[in-house]
């Protein structure tokens, strides 16, 4: 119905102004905006004929669906459409004429007058016509053209936007998704943390569940939101931590350096917490003596950037094949495109440094 509605807006403008340009050009007067057209019966037919004969030509080029592909594309299909619709007007146009002069006689008599006045002696009065006819029916051609290409110019932008509107529907699929996977993962991470206790310690085994029943509800407020604000992600990284505080006791340190200015600076949801994982399941984990996670946050030339340092060394393998890494870089490309950055590397201070970059809101 919108479409339609466009459609009709479109042409009923378009007609309209166009003919009223034309109804103003008056043989050796030149162009002048006028009123007086308004109340000149010829205007109006002018107005349906061009309505009604570009209409059929949508029609067509509706049926042979042509209006899906580039104009150079289909340029001799549709010429041979538009010099009909061009021809159609103009013997529309001449009819309406013949039947006002009052028939064929009265027709022919007036144009003979007027070419005798305009001293086209000598010359054949057939092909005086013949050319005046072929001439208007040249121009009217070019109008129907200027129509096409209106028309085309439109609907390639609408198409653009369905395009649009697709890529949108299935990066917000892809990154659903993702968010499914994520949260199941770092649900197995805790819970592995949490198990680990039970035997060990019971009571604290206890304090972490509480620790994850906060996590999971922080989970579950921003499961629907592709953005959430900063100080919402270092809440549920702090009650992760809790957890895995309570398992590694002293062998786990963490340091924070948070600029305050970017509490409220939005970022994907599970994206620190994400990093943060890793450097327990990747580094703190795998050393007897335990070790120190460093996490930053802050503004650099209109970039929030993340860090999170950690004792140890990654292995290649994975940081080509772990699923936090590779869904990190996807979900960071999905949102953001070439304009956001992952980077993790070993440093010489045998520490793991992982740092994203993405434009602050």
Not at 29 to 35: P, Q, S, T
Not at 167 to 174: G, M
Not at 189 to 198: E, K
Request: with cysteine.
């Amino acid at each position: 119905m919108k479409i339609r509605y466009r459609y009709w807006a479109c042409q009923l403008g378009g007609w309209s102004f166009f003919t009223y340009l034309w109804h103003n050009i008056r043989a050796g007067e030149g162009f002048a905006w006028r009123l007086d057209v308004f109340g000149d019966k010829d205007f109006y037919s002018a107005f349906l004929i061009g309505i009604f004969s570009t209409h059929l030509l949508y029609l067509y080029l509706r049926k042979q669906q042509v209006e899906r592909y580039r104009l150079g594309a289909v340029f001799l299909k549709v010429w041979g459409a538009v010099s009909l619709t061009a021809l159609l007007i103009q013997l529309l146009i001449t009819g309406l004429t013949i039947i006002e002069e009052g028939g064929w006689s009265s027709f022919f008599s007036s144009i003979y007058k007027s070419m005798d006045e305009n001293q086209f002696h000598g010359v054949a009065a057939n092909i005086v016509l013949g050319g005046i006819f072929l001439a208007m029916w040249c121009i009217w051609h070019l109008v129907v053209w200027g129509w096409v290409i209106v028309y085309f110019s439109l609907l390639q932008g609408r198409f653009r936007r369905i395009e649009l509107e697709n890529a949108n529907r299935l990066k917000q699929a892809e990154l659903d998704n993702l968010k499914t996977k994520l949260n199941p993962h770092f649900l197995f991470n805790a819970l592995s943390s949490i198990r680990s206790l039970i035997a060990e310690n019971p009571e604290r085994a206890q304090q972490a569940v509480g620790e994850l029943a906060e996590v999971l509800r922080s989970a579950m407020l921003s499961e629907h939101q592709q953005l959430i604000p900063f100080g919402k992600e270092l809440e549920v990284v702090q009650h992760y931590l809790a957890i895995e505080k309570i398992r590694f006791e002293e062998r786990l340190r963490v340091h924070y350096t948070i600029d305050p200015q970017i509490h409220q600076q939005t970022m994907p949801p599970m994206l620190l917490q994400t990093l943060v994982e890793n450097a327990i399941k990747h580094g703190i984990s795998k050393l007897s003596a335990g070790g120190d996670i460093s996490i930053s946050a802050a503004l650099e030339d209109r970039m929030l950037v993340l860090r999170v340092e950690n004792t140890g060394q990654v292995a290649e393998t994975v940081t080509q094949t772990g699923f936090g890494i590779q869904g990190t870089i996807k979900r960071l490309t999905l949102l953001y495109g070439n304009k956001a950055n992952f980077t993790i590397h070993n440093t010489a201070r045998q520490t793991v440094c992982a740092t994203v970059k993405f434009p602050a809101a």
